[in-house]
């Protein structure tokens, strides 16, 4: 049986133990993304006494174009990497290891923050961002994007980060090509199959792989279901991890779709277990499961019910620093 204080190896990476603080924005950084005070004194203190393994900071943006709201931090340009370097130190000062969560907000940018007009996998609105149409990526746009990711999960690296994971979930770029909700394409990206649906998201994983090296672990969270009709399920979600675990990521992160980290009509502890829990099953990949959970107690009896391989707490210690105790 598998317990909250047992240590897990992702690729080469040991963990403490298998609670994570997953990625919540802060919207503390600077104008330009680049990590303050404020940003470091947070996680610090969560490092220090929530009793975590593993921190994933918040989304920071690959590009400019991907920016999905003031006060996020950015990993789009060389100059921002001695400012993580002072925040990674601050966290592996506390013991804790910490991944760099790589963002591209895609059609839920808005021109007024970007200063760019709005892209995605089709020209339809965002649920969230009904103010401008996104224009549709054409091949080239997408490969660019697929650089930027690359680029951005180096300058992690350098920046002393333990890992990256790429967001793929709460409807942001990638999010919207898994979704038959935004993704209405005709060609190799299209809707017309979960391969054709993560077909970027491998292309993704592979340049990020080529950049980072062999020894670098790389996650992925992926919205797996948009719980709306029409929208992505829980079967294009197992079928998506198979087909991510041979692309070369090291750990799967589960949550919700294009409505963001919601199940409706659920608020239970690991809310999205109906995800991880077939996920797991399916592949060898650690599985890591959020939504909801909020006292150890309550991580530990996922843990022993086979729900996932991880837990994530989030609004828990996005609160309360102290909240295991």
Known sequence: MTHISDPITIRNLTLSNRLVMPPMATAKADENGHVTDAVCDYYRERAKYSKIGLIITEHSYIHLQGKAHPGQTS???????????????CIHREGVKVFAQLSHAGSAALSKITGQPPVGPSPICHPKQQEEPPAEMTLAQIRQVTEWFAQAAVRAKQAGFDGVEIHSAHGYLLNQFFSPLANQRTDAYGPQSVE????FHREVIQAVRQTVGDDFPIALRLGGCDYAEGGSTALDCVEACRLLEHSGIDLIHLTGGMHGFIRPGHTEPGYFRDLSVPVKQAVCLPVLLTGGVTTPAQA??????????????????????????
Not at 196 to 199: L, V
Request: aromatic share 6%; proline share 2%; charged share 25%.
């Open 75 to 89: 990993l789009a340009s060389d100059d921002v990497i001695p400012s993580f370097r002072q925040l990674t130190d």
């Open 300 to 325: 530990e009896t996922l843990l022993l019910e086979g729900c996932a391989d991880l837990i994530g707490v989030g609004r828990a210690i996005f609160k309360n620093a102290h909240w295991a105790d």
């Open 196 to 199: 054709n649906r993560i077909r």
